[in-house]
C-alpha cells in the first residue's frame, strides 16, 4: 500500500517534470509582519507572489507546506478534519491557465495515483451578479468527460473579506462502498482532495473587484485525505502516520473510545509539531493556541482517569513526529514543555474546583456576569469553569 512518504514524493515528481521549481515549504510560522497566527494553506507563504511581485524561482513552482487551522478544531476526530496537517500545492505566477491546470490535475490523480476517474466528480464556479460563470473550467472537465457541478459559494475563493479572490474547481472522489452517486454537495461520501483556484481579482473594501494584471493558478492538494482515499480508509486516522498514534495511546492509557482516541492522537501530534516550530505555551497569540491544543487533550485524557499522565508518553512517539515534520527541536525538550504544561493545569484545576466550590457557584447553572468574574478575578476561562461543573454533574 501507497505510503505518506511516497505520495508526497509522487506529486513534486510530476511537477518537477513539468518545470515546477520546489519552493522551501515548511514552518508553520508566518513570515514577520504577517497578521495571522499559523500558516493555514500552502499558498500563504505566496500570496506577495501571487499578488505580482516575481518570485526568485520562477513561474512555476510546487511544495510542500505544514498548516494549521483552529477553524476546524470542533470537528477533529471526524473522518476527515485535523489541526496540524500537511498540503501540497502548485502555482502558475502569470504562466500557464486553468484548463492546464485541471487536466494535470486529472492526469496525476488517475496514472500517477491509479484512482478511477469513475469515482471522480468536479465542482466549479455557476457564477454571481458580479462574476459569469467559470465556462473555462466546465468545458475543460466536459471535454475530460468528468461529471461536474455548479455552486456559487463554494466555489468561489477568497483571502477573506479584502484581498487575492477568485473561481475555483475542486475534485472530489468517492469514498463509499457502493457505486457513486449524488453530488458533491447532495452526498458527503465525496471527499474534496484539490481545489485548483482562477487567482483572478482583488477585492476592495466596498466589494468591487479589480482584475489582476497577472492572474496565476493556485492549487492545494490535502495529503492525509489523499492518502486516506489511496490506501481505503475509514478515516485520515488510519492512514500510516496516524498508526503509532493508534496502537499505542490504548496500551499506555487503556480503553479509548474513537472519537478521544482520534482527538488525542491529533492534538498530541498537532501540540508537538507546534513546540517543534519553536512556540511556547503562553497566555495570548500562537502561545495560548498551543494552551489550548494541551488543555483540551488533558482534559479528555482525565474525563475517564484523572491518573493518567502526559509523563507515560514514549519519546518514541515524539520523535516520529518531529522527524516527519523534518523538525530539529529535541525530543526531550518537547516532551518537558508539555510536562510542564500538564503540571500548571492540574494545578489551576485545584484552584478551580475551590473557587467553584463556594456557595454563591454551587447547584445552578452560571451567568455571563459569573463567568466574566472568575475570569477576570480568578484567571479561570469559561471553557475550563464549564469543564469543571461538568466534572461536577452542574449543567
Not at 511544495?63 to 470537528?75: A, G, M
Not at 475534485?171 to 484539490?194: A, H, K, L, N
Not at 513526529?321 to 503540571?343: A, C, K, M, N, P
Amino acid at each position: 500500500m501507497i505510503t505518506t512518504d511516497q505520495t508526497v514524493q509522487t506529486f513534486l515528481d510530476f511537477f518537477r517534470e513539468r518545470e515546477h521549481e520546489l519552493t522551501p515549504g515548511g514552518s508553520l510560522i508566518p513570515s514577520p509582519g504577517d497578521p495571522v497566527l499559523f500558516t493555514t494553506s500552502g499558498m500563504h507563504p505566496l500570496t506577495p507572489y501571487l499578488m505580482g511581485r516575481p518570485h526568485p524561482l520562477g513561474h512555476r513552482l510546487t511544495s510542500l507546506q505544514r498548516c494549521l487551522r483552529t477553524t476546524d478544531l470542533e470537528e477533529v476526530g471526524d473522518d476527515t478534519h485535523l489541526t496540524v496537517f500537511e498540503m501540497l500545492g502548485s502555482w502558475s505566477l502569470g504562466d500557464y491557465g486553468g484548463p492546464q491546470s485541471l487536466r494535470w490535475g486529472f492526469e496525476l490523480l488517475r496514472d500517477g495515483f491509479g484512482i478511477d476517474p469513475g469515482r471522480i466528480h468536479v465542482t466549479v464556479f455557476g457564477g454571481d451578479e458580479q462574476v459569469e460563470p467559470d465556462h473555462e473550467s466546465w468545458r475543460t472537465w466536459d471535454e475530460l468527460g468528468l461529471p461536474v457541478e455548479p455552486t456559487t459559494d463554494e466555489n468561489w475563493w477568497s483571502n477573506g473579506p479584502t484581498g487575492l479572490c477568485g473561481p475555483d474547481s475542486e475534485i472530489f472522489v468517492w469514498t463509499g462502498d457502493e457505486m457513486p452517486q449524488g453530488t458533491p454537495t447532495s452526498d458527503d461520501r465525496w471527499v474534496e482532495v484539490w481545489n485548483h483556484v482562477m487567482m483572478r481579482y482583488v477585492r476592495h473594501p466596498d466589494g468591487s473587484l479589480e482584475p489582476l494584471r497577472r492572474p496565476g493558478i493556485d492549487t492545494g492538494l490535502g495529503v492525509e485525505r489523499l492518502v486516506r482515499i489511496l490506501r481505503n480508509t475509514q478515516s485520515v486516522f488510519e492512514i500510516d502516520v496516524f498508526q503509532p498514534w493508534l496502537t499505542t495511546l490504548p496500551r499506555i492509557w487503556g480503553p479509548l473510545n474513537e472519537r478521544s482516541l482520534r482527538l488525542l492522537s491529533d492534538h498530541l501530534r498537532s501540540s508537538i509539531v507546534v513546540l517543534g516550530d519553536r512556540v511556547t505555551p503562553s497566555p495570548s497569540g500562537r502561545g495560548h493556541v498551543l494552551r489550548r491544543l494541551i488543555r483540551r487533550t488533558l482534559t479528555t485524557l482525565w474525563r475517564d482517569d484523572p491518573t493518567r499522565t502526559l509523563s507515560d508518553l514514549p519519546i518514541e512517539l515524539v520523535e516520529h513526529t518531529l522527524g516527519h515534520f523534518r523538525q530539529s527541536v529535541h525530543s526531550h525538550e518537547v516532551r518537558t514543555i508539555l510536562l510542564d504544561e500538564e503540571r500548571k493545569f492540574d494545578l489551576l484545576l485545584q484552584r478551580g474546583r475551590k473557587v467553584l466550590s463556594h456557595s454563591r457557584f454551587t447547584g445552578r447553572p452560571l451567568t455571563d456576569d459569573e463567568y466574566h468574574y472568575l475570569h477576570d478575578t480568578h484567571g479561570l476561562p469559561r471553557d475550563l469553569v464549564v469543564y469543571l461543573n461538568t466534572e461536577a454533574g452542574v449543567s
